[in-house]
């Protein structure tokens, strides 16, 4: 515990911002959140948290649909177990966001991902077939947001 | 030669050829369905032999709730296969969708897509009752 | 005699299929990798919101139907954060039993399927007949070889007898002797040795750039073990090594799995010998109250990962899942350029991935004329046999000691 106290407390020092956004869920745990007007500074903390606290791992990137924005967990872990989740938005009107691949190369297919299945724009993201709707899914559809739903179809069985 | 062993090839000539074809199921049937051909269960003994090509094959043995992503390769294997054919749907998800009904990326089980002759239920289908489906559908092909 | 041959790759190659693996070629050797997956597909996630939690549990056991166990109890520990429930000790032992019978399952799977990518395809049947053992236990413990069905939030549904844990323990010496085989062979037999050391090279270095988890990353040295690092069920309770090796190319990954194997049964023998007493669950509530939660597993082929948002309602608000082979799948492209196209199949099969990954067309093109040929899985096995055969002498049926 006390280690990710202190790790709280580098990281509020380093970034400002984060001060108050931060909760130690249980040993191993931490989760922490850039508001959305300083969504434009995650690569800078993803850079500090790899290179000065050992967070060497992108585990994966978690999208979710949170109405008004999107929201992007970037999960990452050290050698020692720790899990620190980073929480990032974009708003849902113009969800755009820049790749994080130049930080972690693991990233491209977490951020194929958020693409395919949220529809949000992930610039600088290295060329590549898409990642995990099949190529004949109609565009403009993105099945983890709240409001797609399958359409209806129930092909009967063929004698 | 010997005459038993005149037999026996005479009889595995005679044997359908089978393929395997995956159609996005999570991999539970496919391994039983190789663990059909290992020695404990050993399917060989029936005769049957499991070929690469569709070109040649008289079964086609499917696993799967058919992704999108295999729909059109799934329809184009059974029609490179010669009649008479027969489509074995192999688990749960092939003979009807099983748990992956009504998710987005599936389309249901083998039958939505082509003709089944034979299904072979299980969450895996155990190997036993593999053995138990293809044996009998060779007896109907048989008469 | 006719000869069996196992469906890795059935495809006709004239099937014009959208390929999964781009081969871009210079002579022998591949210069360049393009992966493209999305086969397995399904939705899973999205089901997941529109269906309550219990129901889940058996919607994401079939996510993989070789480590169903991993993905159920990772998605069920989350969901056991969220809700603020304890697992009796007894319960956790019995999940950890179960994650390690299927980790033995898993890794002996591998095995076979290696030995058939290799033309070896006497270790295949050994292999799969060694796993047959394990297969039968748990039948007897959950009622299923596959799919076990074992986990429920709170705990487990079924109670493991006294006979049952004799059994339990009678299997893993059987499994412990064939283990020690497995190793001889994979640091002692030349032949094998030979045909995989320096194949499918990643560094420590590289396999931390990438992201690479399991026993993929442990053979380059890097000793990350969720067990060890993030314990979860009953392994703070029992000793075991974290195996690495310093091969870090296929060899070592070959060797980090079976020298797995052997740490598996310490475990489970452990496992078995200090089985608590008491109940094996508790009971959980329908509603999931509002929270969110990580929970993280060692799968036989890496670092699982689940991601649950709870809503208060009987149904999560989200449920992220992340198998260890995507974590390796970036990393594949670099252990495959520069090396020689014959090499593919083994170096592919050697991160372990699902099955139907490796059920797939290859394209293969040829440098700048751009010249595309299809190949199917059994066509480039084929190529490679071929060419080990010609070029190194390499034949894996003349290995004597499985005779």
Redesign the interface.
């Known amino acids: 515990m006390e280690k990710a106290e202190s790790l709280i407390k580098d990281l509020c020092k380093a970034f400002a911002f984060i001060e108050g956004h931060t909760k130690i ?2 040993s ?2 931490i989760y922490a959140e850039i508001p959305l007007e300083n969504s434009s500074s995650l690569k800078e903390v993803l850079i500090y948290l790899r290179n000065k606290k050992n967070f ?5 990137i ?3 649909d949170s109405g008004e924005n999107f929201e992007m ?1 970037y ?1 990452l ?1 050290d ?5 620190i ?1 980073l929480k990032s938005f974009t708003p849902r009107s113009r969800p755009v966001i820049e790749s994080v691949t130049p930080v ?3 990233a ?3 951020e194929r991902e958020l693409k395919d299945l949220f529809g949000i724009e992930v610039k600088g993201l290295p060329e ?10 109609p565009e403009g559809q993105y ?2 947001r709240k409001d797609w739903k ?1 359409p209806d179809e129930n ?5 | 030669m010997s005459l038993i062993n005149k037999i026996l090839t005479w009889a595995r000539i005679k044997s359908p050829w089978i393929i395997h074809f995956n159609t996005g199921a999570c991999n539970a049937c496919d391994i039983e369905i190789l663990a059909s051909l290992t020695p404990t269960y050993d399917l060989e003994r029936f005769g049957i032999q499991l070929k690469g090509t569709p070109r040649h094959a008289d079964v086609m043995v499917c696993s799967g709730p058919v992704t999108l992503q295999t729909k059109d390769r799934l329809l184009r294997i059974y029609e490179q296969m010669a009649e008479p054919k027969f489509v074995v749907a192999v688990g749960t998800c092939a003979s009807s969708g099983g748990v992956f009904q009504g998710c987005y990326g599936v389309n249901g089980g083998i039958d939505t897509i082509i003709p089944v002759s034979a299904y072979i239920p299980g969450c895996p289908a155990r190997p036993e009752a593999i053995i138990d489906g293809v044996v009998k559908l060779l007896s109907t092909i048989k008469s | 005699m006719s000869r069996v041959v196992v469906p890795i790759g059935p495809q006709h190659p004239a099937l014009k299929e959208p390929a999964s693996f781009t081969l871009y070629l210079e002579g022998e050797r591949v210069a360049a990798t393009n992966v493209a997956l999305g086969y397995n597909h399904r939705g899973i996630e999205k089901a997941c919101e529109e269906r309550p939690y219990i129901q889940d549990i058996y919607l994401i056991e079939r996510v993989c139907g070789i480590c169903s166990h991993s993905h159920s109890t990772a998605f069920i520990q989350a969901v056991e954060e969220i809700a603020a429930l304890e697992v009796p000790r007894r319960g956790a032992y019995i999940r950890s039993i179960i994650g390690e019978l299927e980790r033995i399952h898993s890794h002996l799977l591998w095995l076979g399927v290696a030995g058939h990518e290799l033309g070896f395809d006497t270790l295949f049947m050994y292999s799969w007949r060694d796993r047959e053992v394990v297969m039968d236990l748990l039948a007897m413990i959950t009622g299923n070889r596959v799919n076990y069905g074992i986990n429920t939030i709170g705990g487990v549904r079924r109670d493991i007898s006294k006979e049952q844990s004799e059994q339990i323990l009678k299997a893993v010496d059987i499994l412990e002797e064939r283990t020690k085989f497995y190793i001889k062979l994979a640091t002692e037999e030349t032949t094998l040795i030979g045909r995989l050391a320096g194949v499918g090279s990643l560094s420590r270095e590289m396999a931390v750039k990438f992201g690479a988890t399991g026993p993929t990353a442990r053979a380059a040295g890097v000793k990350r073990d969720v067990r060890k690092d993030d314990p979860y069920a009953a392994y703070s309770e029992v000793s075991f090594n974290v195996i690495t090796d310093d091969h870090a190319d296929v060899l070592g990954r070959t060797i980090v799995r079976v020298m797995e194997l052997m740490e598996s049964v310490k475990i489970i023998r452990q496992l078995i010998k200090q089985l608590p007493d008491g109940p094996i669950s508790v009971r959980a509530p329908r509603k999931i109250p509002a929270g969110e939660a990580i929970s993280r597993y060692e799968a036989p082929r890496g670092e699982d990962l689940h991601y649950v948002r709870a809503n208060g309602s009987e149904k999560p608000e989200r449920v992220k899942v992340r198998a260890p082979t995507l974590a390796n799948l970036t990393a594949i492209t670099h252990m495959i350029d520069g090396g020689y196209l014959a090499d593919v199949p083994i170096v592919i099969a050697a991160i372990d991935p699902c099955f139907s990954c490796t059920d797939r067309m290859i394209s293969l093109r040829e440098g700048d004329r751009g010249t595309e040929t299809l190949m199917d899985w059994e066509g480039l096995r084929n190529y490679s046999l071929e060419w080990y055969k010609k070029n190194r002498g390499i034949d894996m049926n003349k290995i004597h000691a499985l005779r």
Do not use: E, M, S
Request: proline fraction near 11%; glycine fraction near 8%; charged fraction near 20%.
């Open positions: 869920q249980r191993r745990r060497t791992f992108l585990c994966t978690t999208g979710l967990i999960h872990a050698d020692a177990g720790v899990l989740n972690f190369t693991g491209v297919f977490y590549g077939r898409r990642y995990p709707l099949p190529d004949n899914w099945p983890l399958k092909p009967a069985p063929k004698a």
